[in-house]
């Protein structure tokens, strides 16, 4: 059985799992129509877009959980219902407390994926958009991606706050921008 990338076994030309005649390249042709539909799609804006999105989710996801189990807010007190007095959470049995602690911890995961995947998913859209009108490839789109972004986030608190936010989330995707194109050290 063959999979993606991996060759059929040993061959005279290139090893265990190398085609023989390749250098270890992709057995892919990149003129079949298929690959070119994929590599297509998953170059389109609302593929970065959605990607970006889904990724952020499930890294928000786990960021909060982490956050959620070190937080030194955790509920001491649980109310039984709406309105009705709060209990000690010590006083309730072993099961109930580990309920309410999962409870918090699910509530907080939960937000945190929604947010996460809000801010990637609106960075990656808006750079996309940007990089198509610029039609460049450089540090200026993220800088605008970023402020754009920041804006948009801090709308609800004026135009200070956006311009804040802007400022901010600009900076913050220069200097990232900034390390990832930097060139690697050769070994």
């Not at 003129?31 to 539909?37: I, L, T």
């Not at 940007?130 to 004026?158: F, H, P, Q, S």
Request: glycine share 18%; aromatic share 8%.
């Amino acid at each position: 059985m063959n999979f993606p990338g991996v060759g059929g076994g040993a061959t005279p030309g290139g090893g265990v799992g190398v085609p023989a005649g390749s250098a270890g390249g992709s057995q892919f042709d990149p003129n079949d129509a298929s690959v070119k539909w994929l590599t297509n799609a998953m170059e389109s804006c609302y593929a970065k877009t959605a990607m970006s999105g889904v990724a952020g989710f499930g890294l928000g996801g786990l960021f909060g959980i982490f956050m959620a189990s070190m937080a030194y807010d955790t509920p001491y007190h649980t109310a039984t219902g709406p309105g009705a007095p709060t209990t000690p959470i010590t006083s309730l049995p072993l099961k109930k407390q580990l309920a309410a602690g999962f409870k918090d911890m699910g509530k907080r995961s939960y937000s945190t994926a929604k947010n996460f995947g809000m801010v990637g998913a609106l960075f990656s859209g808006i750079e996309c958009g940007v990089e198509g009108l610029r039609a460049k490839n450089d540090m200026a789109n993220g800088v605008a991606a970023g402020c754009l972004t920041g804006a948009i986030l801090a709308r609800n608190g004026g135009p200070q706050a956006a311009a804040v936010g802007c400022a901010g989330f600009a900076a913050f995707s220069a200097a990232i921008d900034a390390w990832m194109r930097m060139p690697k050290e050769e070994d």
